[in-house]
């Protein structure tokens, strides 16, 4: 069921990105975070009345602690980072720079959880990142001198910080998941994490022009169905694949997300399907079956 979890966030996520492309045009990238921030967790506290979900359920406060320092680190930072890099780089150096989370999730689950992946796994995985990589990467777009633009050079650095902070930050909220709802657990993480955006967005200089972005305009309604499949169903969904199998299994599958941006952009976006793109799909499925039935 984890499995599953992990997958369908891949899915939805990887629609949200086409979705959230389009939205920075109009937002900079705090006004972005504070946008889907409150709309996600104006949609996940509505769905936990519906579900008639407590607010304050019967916890450990450790539990409460970590999901907030998980929000703070996988939204706050990470999403801030993420999209300076969106706005900053084209679509095959974001895929390169979004190959970095599989190795942060399982680098942090051997640190702070002792897990380790079995061979075949790590194989799987090996398979996840080359099929991104062929598929997602012309060779023009690797070249030095292209990365040694100043705006890229940025980009791919606030893309390695981003993949970090969301490793780490849904990682350390692994340890506490089973003792907590998924909704309650992403609705509490989502929370902390706009009310860490408060103390970027007072001391910055540009918080008037925050404040005139966030004013009702069109480009909500580019950034609303990007967020309710980015930062609703995925995130809820991300958090039940990491509660429901392990954190380095959940990783690789959420790292299906760029092959399932392949695969919409062909259906979508009319996009060639080239022999490129499916070799990588193909890569991606062989990889994806090897964790699944790790």
């Known amino acids: 069921m984890g499995s599953a979890f992990a997958l369908a966030c891949a899915f939805f996520w990887a629609f ?6 389009k939205a920075g045009e109009s937002f900079s990238p705090i006004t972005l975070n504070i946008y889907k921030s409150v709309v996600a967790m104006a949609l996940i506290g509505l769905t936990m009345l519906v579900m008639g979900i407590p607010f304050f359920p019967d916890v450990a406060p450790r539990v409460w ?3 907030v320092l998980s929000g703070l680190f996988g939204i706050t930072l990470a999403d801030i980072f993420y999209f300076f890099a969106l706005n900053r780089l084209d679509a095959g150096m974001v895929a390169v720079v979004e190959c970095l989370y599989l190795p942060g999730v ?70 506490v998941l089973d003792q907590a709802d998924v909704f309650w657990a992403t609705f509490i993480r989502v929370t902390a994490g706009l009310i860490g955006l408060v103390p970027i967005v007072l ?12 004013k009702f305009s069109k480009a909500w309604l580019k950034a609303f169905p990007a967020t309710v499949s980015g930062n609703y169903i995925a995130l809820v969904l991300w958090v039940a694949g990491m509660k429901y199998t392990t954190a380095s299994r959940a990783g690789v599958l ?18 060639e399907m080239t022999a490129q793109r499916l070799a990588a799909i193909l890569l991606a499925i062989a990889g994806a079956y090897l964790v699944i039935f790790n």
């Not at 997602?136 to 292209?146: I, M, Q, S, T």
């Open 16 to 21: 949200a990105v086409i979705l959230f492309k």
């Open 65 to 67: 602690w970590i999901l």
């Open 106 to 175: 399982l680098g942090f689950s051997y640190l702070l959880l002792g897990k380790r992946m079995g061979v075949l796994g790590i194989i799987g995985s090996v398979l996840v990142l080359c099929a991104i990589l062929v598929g997602a990467v012309p060779l023009k777009d690797l070249k030095l001198r292209n990365i040694r633009k100043g705006p890229t050079l940025w980009g791919i650095c606030a893309g390695l910080l981003a993949m970090m902070f969301m490793a780490l930050g849904i990682v350390i909220a692994k340890g």
């Open 203 to 214: 001391c910055h200089p540009g918080r008037m022009r925050f404040a005139q972005e966030l």
């Open 254 to 271: 959420n790292q299906m997300s760029t092959i399932f941006l392949l695969i919409l952009a062909t259906v979508w976006l009319k996009e």
